[in-house]
């Protein structure tokens, strides 16, 4: 012990010592800031060489993949004062994603960089399939990150990103704005992660969701009443592409924000996935009685009839408990406590109720109880209908009744019950 404290003494008092400990602690991190340096990817840096993927949408309805890339590219009239991101779209097939990602380079000339991609669409063609034959490869690259949003949609992903619309001139930044986690938290859609998604397909239950991503028009032909009002812009159809549009060899590409019809983007409904195929699909009332159970609303909207009224909840809070009890009977129990107010209601209130929002007729409150119990009643025994555990009963099993799982795994969706409390209070 000794001779240690005297070693410490002398390095430190030599200064001898620490001049020459100084030099080889200087020059090891020269060496390794020089190795940084020379080992850096500079052939890549040039942005007139590199395709800023900012999305990819993936069609399979033959055995070969649709790949569509939104790419980011130079705008030169951006400098004169125009807002927004130019972009392109660049359409490849290939028998894998891979392959079909490297004929962006090929008939570009540009080399793809998923580093900036945080949207991955999914047709229809391939939701019916496993869509894990097509998103393995981005869960085997090491450029593109797990947390970027995954979503579905109804036709072709291609269509899906080439749509015109008013909100922003990248299709996929206006579609992340409907994916965002101020729409989940307020229960208008259930966004998911590439990463989510795959634990839930490799777990036990080997269920998922997406959000399916929607284009609407803008304004609809409505008359209600013998008022409706002939909107103008209204399309030949939904999905139609804009711009224009080359191939070549296995390969085409099109400008996105060409000519058509604008619209906007909605991710109300919410498709399930088991073994990687899209078995159902849920509404958006069912979407937001899933957000109740899954997630805590903040400021969400709920709104229902009563006595010849429309009234609209402003929920400020919500706190959901889903336990699972496994006995004579396997039951999973749905608890939600609710502080909510009145944001709207249809007809015209009188003074001393429009003062105070946070006041809720309490037989409003009631009915709001008595709705929303049963629909998430009615949402559990869809999904049981479909085998599906939309509920992560099987993982709750695992996790909590281990004991139980060898024996219950394989019956417990068939033969779970539920018992559901929904608790809604006014915010006084």
């Known amino acids: 012990m000794k001779k240690l404290i005297d070693k410490i003494k002398a390095f430190f008092c030599d200064d001898n010592a620490k001049a020459k400990n100084a030099v080889r602690y200087f020059l090891i991190l020269?060496?390794?800031?020089?190795?940084?340096?020379?080992?850096?990817?500079?052939?890549?840096?040039?942005?007139?060489?590199?395709?800023?993927?900012?999305?990819?949408?993936?069609?399979?309805?033959?055995?070969?993949?649709?790949?569509?890339?939104?790419?980011?590219?130079?705008?030169?009239?951006?400098?004169?004062?125009?807002?927004?991101?130019?972009?392109?779209?660049?359409?490849?097939?290939?028998?894998?994603?891979a392959q079909a990602l490297d004929k962006i380079n090929e008939k570009t000339g540009w080399y793809p960089k998923l580093v900036f991609c945080k949207l991955i669409v999914l047709g229809e063609s391939i939701a019916?399939?496993?869509?894990?034959?097509?998103?393995?490869?981005?869960?085997?690259?090491?450029?593109?990150?797990?947390?970027?949003?995954?979503?579905?949609?109804?036709?072709?992903?291609?269509?899906?990103?080439?749509?015109?619309?008013?909100?922003?001139?990248?299709?996929?930044?206006?579609?992340?704005?409907?994916?965002?986690?101020?729409?989940e938290r307020v229960g208008t859609c259930m966004p998911n992660t590439l990463r989510t998604f795959a634990a839930s397909y490799f777990g036990e239950a080997r269920c998922g969701f997406l959000p399916v991503v929607k284009a609407e028009p803008l304004a609809k032909k409505e008359q209600e009443g013998g008022q409706g009002q002939q909107e103008k812009g209204q399309g030949q159809g939904g999905g139609q592409k804009g711009g224009k549009q080359g191939e070549s060899q296995g390969g085409k590409g099109c400008e996105s924000g060409g000519e058509g019809e604008e619209k906007v983007f909605s991710a109300g409904e919410t498709a399930l996935f088991k073994d990687g195929k899209k078995v159902g699909t849920l509404d958006k009332q069912e979407t937001f009685c899933y957000a109740l159970i899954k997630n805590k609303l903040r400021l969400a909207a709920y709104s229902l009839p009563y006595d010849d009224d429309t009234y609209t909840m402003s929920i400020k809070r919500t706190t959901p408990k889903v336990k699972l009890s496994i006995g004579e009977d396997s039951q999973l129990q749905v608890s939600i406590a609710i502080t909510a107010g009145v944001a709207d209601v249809s007809k015209a209130q009188g003074e001393e109720d429009t003062a105070d929002a946070g006041d809720f007729p309490h037989e409003v409150l009631a009915v709001a109880e008595r709705r929303l119990t049963e629909e998430i009643h009615a949402l559990f025994e869809k999904c049981q209908a479909l085998d599906f555990d939309l509920f992560d009963a099987i993982d709750k099993l695992q996790k909590y009744e281990n004991e139980h799982f060898a024996d219950k795994k394989d019956t417990l969706l068939e033969e779970l019950k539920v018992s559901v409390e929904v608790k809604v209070g006014g915010v006084r």
């Open 128 to 183: 019916q399939k496993n869509v894990f034959d097509g998103l393995e490869y981005f869960l085997r690259d090491e450029y593109i990150s797990d947390n970027c949003l995954l979503s579905t949609c109804e036709g072709k992903a291609e269509e899906l990103l080439s749509t015109k619309t008013p909100i922003d001139s990248s299709g996929a930044l206006a579609i992340e704005k409907v994916l965002s986690s101020h729409a």
């Open 30 to 97: 020269v060496a390794g800031l020089l190795f940084l340096f020379f080992s850096n990817d500079f052939d890549l840096v040039n942005v007139q060489q590199t395709a800023i993927v900012m999305a990819i949408g993936i069609d399979q309805e033959t055995q070969d993949f649709s790949v569509t890339a939104q790419i980011a590219v130079p705008d030169a009239a951006g400098a004169q004062g125009e807002s927004g991101t130019k972009t392109v779209n660049v359409v490849t097939q290939g028998k894998t994603v």
